[in-house]
């Protein structure tokens, strides 16, 4: 009988949350065997991903960041009905499918507490379903994440709804429970993975000649002013320049990076997958997103790194704690122009950044990690039968 996995991302910005969901479903379905599962999502592009052989999506009613938290991204409604909505569907699928296993990526309720009644509801009618949440490597500052962790109830509830609490980092790059951004009694259910980097699936290559450079800045919709710089950056004779926007750069801005774009450099909405694009490219200039990150440390390509400065510290705490260790440079905000990023690309193609003293194997710990909660043998599902341990 399939192991059944709920996957669940909030997806207020960017398809960050969505990417990294999709990875460990790929890690899970390769460690565990005979795997059917949900990613549930809230972006309509996420079904663009392709998903592992038994998977599907629930696409759930979006959300948007506010000036005062979250709104509904598109229903005409207030915030509560939108996580009524949301969290409603989300219920109705939990029970009818009934998982072995559920991992919730980042925000432990979802947005307004949506998926507190089927975390209950979970504990109640399926205890035997474990239930995770996935953190990545980086949160935010302490005082900011102590403020959200209140207010869900702190250590309490989180140990009332989560079986462990899984750390996609390398603790000696930047350990964010020894840093304060996760509460002290719920330290014993902490498992650092390494960073989710090597074993991506790879998806079909954007067709661009070789040698070139690369410059992405994931989704997009805070991505502009990278991208106006970097595509008015010179870079060194013989090489091209290819500038993906994201889809959710908004249309004047994507029209801004095209004006300023040189002669060489060719300006693109989206690819098929950045990954194959970062294996190949002399230089990569991206800004600091998790999954962004962590394909860069996948290959040997250098970077430079320029994260996001509003909303939260993370990519600035990322960035930072990575170029300590000497795996990518960063770019600060009042340095991003196009000389400065021209210079970099100009002493770094034809360099290679070695990256192999990072635990970067996260997707292959995974499973073993979920295998253990579980009681069975990771990849002793492929026959069909679970075997305790």
Not at 83 to 112: E, K, N, Q, T, Y
């Amino acid at each position: 009988m399939s192991i059944r996995i709920v996957m669940y991302s909030h997806d207020a910005v960017g398809l960050g949350h969505i990417r990294r969901n999709l990875a460990l479903a790929h890690a899970l379905t390769t460690g565990l065997g005979d795997v059917t599962g949900m990613l549930v999502a809230g972006r309509p592009e996420a079904t663009r991903f392709a998903v592992p052989r038994g998977w599907d999506w629930l696409i759930l009613p979006g959300m948007a960041h506010a000036d005062d938290g979250y709104a509904s991204r598109a229903l005409d409604i207030d915030v509560d009905a939108a996580a009524a909505v949301r969290g409603g569907a989300f219920r109705s699928a939990v029970r009818a499918f009934r998982p072995d296993l559920v991992v919730i990526d980042r925000h432990p309720l979802g947005v307004g507490g949506e998926l507190e009644r089927a975390l209950r509801t979970l504990r109640a009618e399926h205890p035997e379903c474990r239930v995770v949440l996935g953190l990545r490597d980086v949160l935010d500052a302490p005082g900011a994440t102590a403020r959200e962790w209140r207010a869900i109830g702190g250590p309490a509830a989180m140990r009332e709804f989560f079986d462990a609490i899984w750390v996609y980092g390398d603790p000696n790059v930047h350990d964010l429970a020894a840093d304060g951004e996760l509460p002290a009694g719920v330290s014993d259910l902490v498992s650092h993975t390494g960073l989710l980097a090597d074993g991506r699936v790879a998806g079909a290559a954007h067709d661009i000649e070789e040698p070139f450079v690369l410059t992405t800045v994931g989704g997009g919709s805070d991505g502009a002013e990278l991208a106006v710089a970097a595509a008015g950056a010179e870079v060194p004779r013989g090489y091209r320049h290819l500038v993906i926007t994201g889809p959710q750069m908004a249309a004047a801005d994507r029209r801004a990076v095209q004006g300023a774009a040189r002669e060489g450099t060719t300006v693109v909405r989206r690819v098929p997958d950045a990954l194959p694009l970062m294996q190949r490219a002399a230089a990569v200039v991206c800004m600091g997103g998790y999954n962004t990150i962590c394909e860069v440390l996948s290959t040997a390509t250098p970077a430079l790194v320029a994260p996001r400065m509003q909303r939260r510290a993370e990519q600035r705490i990322r960035a930072a704690a990575l170029e300590r260790v000497g795996a990518v440079e960063t770019l600060l905000p009042w340095r991003i122009d196009a000389d400065t990023i021209g210079a970099w690309f100009g002493r770094s193609v034809g360099t290679r950044v070695e990256r192999e003293s990072l635990a970067l194997d996260g997707l292959a710990r995974v499973p073993q990690l979920a295998a253990d909660l579980l009681g069975v043998a990771a990849g002793a599902a492929a026959g069909g039968e679970r075997v305790a341990v």
